[in-house]
């Protein structure tokens, strides 16, 4: 079994910038492609944003193009999201996930972390 855990969560003001991390376990960490989904209560989890085994390709949420930003660093086993100029509607859990393709949805992530609260308050 591959284990997330995410960190970097917090209290932010609209406007302002958090980086999650994601740290896996194991050796295989470069074998899977690797996403954020975040969720609120009373809504399903979606999808913000993912990335491909070796970073080169990377697919991102509508609603956060142009303000988030994910990578990895297989050296590390760790993935990151950069969220810039947060708004109140980024409020939610967020949740790592590993899988087989860089999907836009829950069907190809095998594992899942626990997630990490962001609030964003205006």
């Known amino acids: 079994q591959v284990q997330l855990v995410e960190s970097g969560g917090g209290l932010v003001q609209a406007g302002g910038s958090l980086r999650l991390s994601c740290a896996a376990s194991?050796?295989?960490?470069?074998?899977?492609?690797m996403g954020w989904f975040r969720q609120v209560p009373g809504k399903e989890r979606e999808f913000v944003a993912a990335?491909?085994?070796?970073?080169?390709?990377?697919y991102y949420a509508d609603s956060v193009k142009g303000r988030f930003t994910i990578s990895r660093d297989n050296a590390k086993n760790t993935l990151y999201l950069q969220m810039n100029s947060l708004k109140p509607e980024d409020t939610a859990v967020y949740y790592c996930?590993?899988?087989?393709?860089?999907?836009?949805?829950?069907?190809?992530?095998?594992?899942w972390g626990q997630g990490t609260q962001v609030t964003v308050s205006s």
């Open positions: 996930a590993a899988g087989l393709v860089p999907g836009r949805d829950r069907v190809p992530y095998s594992y």
């Open positions: 194991g050796r295989t960490f470069s074998l899977y492609a």
């Open positions: 990335i491909s085994q070796r970073g080169i390709s990377t």
